[in-house]
């Protein structure tokens, strides 16, 4: 899908005004000139360095977070797991000179573009919907962040100020609902620690390290990610970019916390703690790369090849929420191949507004599967974005609730009216799931 020159010609010079390095090539926000050489430079600290104690340490604590009877099936895909939760480490810290800010998108699948083959950098159930950029900054600092809003734009936004790349807790955020974009697509925040209530500014304090900036795409066929571009407009001189040395010791440091946070936390204390197929109650917090306006719900699966987990989702007040499936080691897998996740767009509803998803191994023929990619363990993490923030009335809330069953007795206990599919139908569901995964790389 290509856009009008015209609108093609607003996005390009909106850029350009800022600086050329953040100019996007032909219609693709995500594919920057930064983006090129920030994933070269990360790529050549992975090469070069082998982190063999920092990934013995991980490996050892996913393990244990696990519990140690680990199948086969399980251990033959942790240490490609760990690979991307150290590449992840790096591209965290590639982009973190608050004197030099660029813009990164990270967390997601391996990819081949630019002429790189850049590793996956994927941890802590990436969400194949967001596309998850970075920004660093400094509170005595200031920002002006620009952005371009396709049309369609992406289903949910946030911009997160975080203390912290690894444990990500929200110190403030501006979310999509509040963010104010002018008629021809454009808007402007700003990023200071001035406590001034104006439109699109977001006050940094102490605490903040980090612009964290999700955009949640409900249909990937459609929807595009915003344009995004920084500009530093506090005076650098006197301030050389940081050296390789310090970006490679905070690769180091990011890999030890990620093992903490991401090993002993999300894989451990947030999900294997959880009896076995079932999810936890959907909570809401700021911590562990959550929002406050979001709310997470936890769990792992064990099936046989006939079995099926059913899960059924109230979506209470959320604007956007997805169910996806990971590997034992809190990853996707395929995740633009295979229908590992259905979000509020994607999804065929109940007759009452529920959702249901069939968990299983083999396509069970309804619309809703998640496809487990042939493993019999995994992990959920299922989240519901744009809630209130102040607690809200118990009537009208998130919800969740899982039973297994085998494949042959799926059919009497689905509801009447539940949305089926043939074969061709399948494929085709398949086909534009893979297309919109394919144009986040196209340009
Ligand atoms: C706030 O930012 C200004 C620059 O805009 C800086 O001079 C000042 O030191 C900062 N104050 C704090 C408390 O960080
Ligand atoms: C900080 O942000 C406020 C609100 O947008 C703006 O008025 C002010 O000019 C900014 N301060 C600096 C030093 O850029
Ligand atoms: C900021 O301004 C908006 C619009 O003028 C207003 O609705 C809001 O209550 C203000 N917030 C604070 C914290 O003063
Ligand atoms: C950092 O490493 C990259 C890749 O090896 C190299 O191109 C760059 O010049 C180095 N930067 C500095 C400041 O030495
Ligand atoms: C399900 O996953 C398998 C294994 O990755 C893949 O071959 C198949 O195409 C997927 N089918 C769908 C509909 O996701
Ligand atoms: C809504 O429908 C689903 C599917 O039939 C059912 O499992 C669920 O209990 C219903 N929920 C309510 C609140 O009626």
Not at 16 to 38: F, G, M, V
Not at 331 to 350: D, E, F, H, K, Y
Request: proline share 5%.
């Amino acid at each position: 899908m290509r856009l009008s020159i015209s609108r093609l010609q607003v996005a390009v010079t909106a850029f350009i005004a800022i600086a050329s390095a953040t100019t996007e090539l032909e219609d693709n926000p995500l594919a920057t000139l930064d983006q090129r050489d920030l994933d070269a430079l990360a790529i050549q600290i992975n090469q070069d360095n082998s982190f063999v104690v920092l990934k013995a340490e991980a490996k050892a604590a996913y393990q244990t977070a696990h519990g140690l009877l680990i199948s086969d099936e399980a251990s033959s895909s942790l240490d490609a797991a760990i690979d991307e939760l150290t590449f992840s480490s790096i591209q965290k810290a590639v982009n973190t000179d608050v004197y030099y800010p660029k813009v990164y998108w990270v967390d997601a699948g391996p990819r081949t573009w630019f002429g790189l083959d850049v590793p996956g950098g994927r941890y802590s159930y990436d969400n194949p919907d967001c596309i998850y950029r970075t920004i660093p900054i400094d509170h005595r600092l200031s920002y002006i962040v620009k952005g371009y809003r396709y049309s369609p734009g992406p289903t949910d936004v946030t911009f997160s100020l975080i203390s912290d790349p690894n444990s990500q807790n929200t110190v403030t955020s501006l979310s999509g609902s509040n963010l104010v974009v002018d008629s021809d697509g454009s808007y402007t925040i700003t990023i200071n620690n001035s406590s001034e209530n104006s439109t699109n500014h977001i006050q940094s304090t102490l605490l903040a390290k980090q612009l964290f900036i999700r955009n949640n795409l409900g249909d990937w066929t459609t929807e595009k990610p915003d344009s995004i571009s920084v500009q530093l407009t506090s005076d650098a001189s006197g301030h050389t970019p940081i050296s390789n040395a310090t970006i490679l010791a905070a690769a180091k440091w990011n890999l030890q916390e990620s093992i903490i946070d991401y090993g002993v936390g999300a894989l451990g204390l947030k999900t294997t703690i959880n009896a076995v197929n079932t999810l936890s109650s959907p909570s809401q917090s700021s911590t562990l790369g959550t929002l406050t306006s979001q709310a997470s719900s936890f769990g792992h699966y064990k099936l046989d090849d006939d079995e099926a987990l059913v899960a059924t989702l109230t979506p209470g007040p959320a604007d956007y929420w997805v169910f996806p499936a990971t590997n034992p080691w809190i990853i996707t897998t395929n995740p633009g191949n295979s229908q590992v996740s259905l979000n509020s767009v994607q999804s065929a509803a109940n007759s009452n507004g529920t959702y249901t998803f069939v968990v299983s191994l083999q396509d069970p023929g309804v619309y809703n599967w998640i496809n487990t990619t042939g493993l019999h363990e995994g992990t959920m993490m299922v989240r519901w974005q744009g809630l209130p923030t102040s607690s809200s009335s118990s009537t009208d809330s998130p919800a969740i609730t899982t039973q297994v069953v085998t494949l042959a007795e799926l059919s009497s206990i689905l509801a009447d009216g539940t949305r089926f599919v043939t074969p061709q139908e399948r494929a085709e569901q398949l086909a534009q799931r893979a297309k919109g995964y394919a144009q986040r790389l196209e340009f």
